[in-house]
């Protein structure tokens, strides 16, 4: 129905073949996208070069948001390889073990303060550099979940950063609109990944989910994958702003 053939998309946050973000990236590459990918560190780069070589991922390296220079050098490797920039893909998150496992409210300054740098700031500061680069107008996506909009048990506080990022979502996407710019947030229900299995007792909240929910199964990264194609394409040119929900109906259910 859409192709994305010619166009070009930076893919961070892939950590194993079980991220949301090699969903995103698979699903890009096989609708023609070129693509670019990131691995967080030495560490990563084992598990995530391979993926990037299984989809010809023309881009590779290493990228830790938190640092501006690693940051600027991939843009500018995209800027020297391509031009330009169609699609950014932002599928990160971090919070410190005992922030994330405690109340929200004992939650520490500093452990806000870096929840908030890496799943959501960042998040802007690679929308500020890939702006230039999407002069015809390209697609920003990000990931939350619906912890943002109602308490999950154990969720505690990545939901309000969560919060957080999907209004940075609404205010970007209102703000680049005229430039022809879309920003979007995909709200998979829960799922099996990496970031997800530091959450106490997601186990639980896995199973509760996949019971409840309306098709009574869990949403997999080729769901995610898939969405977050189609918003990359011209046929979702006039779709900005949302939260979209990919997650067999879970979040209508009361």
């Known amino acids: 129905m859409f192709s994305l053939e010619g166009q070009t998309a930076l893919v961070v946050g892939v950590a194993n073949e079980n991220s949301i973000a090699w969903g995103c990236a698979r699903a890009l590459r096989a609708q023609g996208a070129r693509v670019a990918m990131t691995w967080l560190n030495d560490r990563a780069e084992p598990h995530v070069r391979p993926l990037a070589e299984e989809?010809?991922?023309?881009?590779?390296?290493?990228?830790?948001?938190?640092?501006?220079?690693?940051?600027?050098?991939?843009?500018?490797?995209?800027?020297?390889?391509?031009?330009?920039?169609?699609?950014?893909?932002?599928?990160?998150?971090?919070?410190?073990?005992?922030?994330?496992?405690?109340?929200v409210i004992d939650c520490s300054a500093d452990g806000f303060a870096l929840a908030m740098d890496i799943s959501v700031h960042s998040f802007l500061r690679m929308i500020r550099r890939a702006e230039p680069l999407m002069p015809e107008g390209g697609t920003c996506v990000t990931v939350s979940f619906q912890g943002a909009s109602r308490v999950v048990e154990h969720y505690n506080i990545m939901g309000p950063v969560k919060a957080a990022l999907e209004s940075a979502v609404r205010y970007a996407a209102a703000e680049l609109g005229p430039a022809g710019i879309s920003?979007?947030?995909?709200s998979p229900g829960p799922m099996a990944t990496r970031a997800a299995s530091g959450i106490a007792e997601f186990d639980e909240l896995l199973d509760e989910a996949a019971a409840r929910a309306p098709i009574h199964h869990l949403a997999t990264i080729e769901d995610v994958g898939a969405f977050c194609a189609f918003l990359a394409s011209r046929e979702a040119r006039n779709v900005t702003g949302g939260v979209h929900p990919v997650d067999g109906g879970y979040s209508i259910i009361g």
């Open 183 to 186: 920003v979007h947030a995909l």
């Open 55 to 103: 989809i010809g991922a023309e881009i590779t390296g290493p990228l830790d948001v938190r640092d501006a220079a690693q940051m600027d050098a991939l843009f500018a490797g995209i800027t020297e390889r391509w031009g330009r920039l169609d699609t950014l893909v932002h599928s990160i998150a971090f919070c410190p073990r005992d922030d994330l496992h405690g109340r």
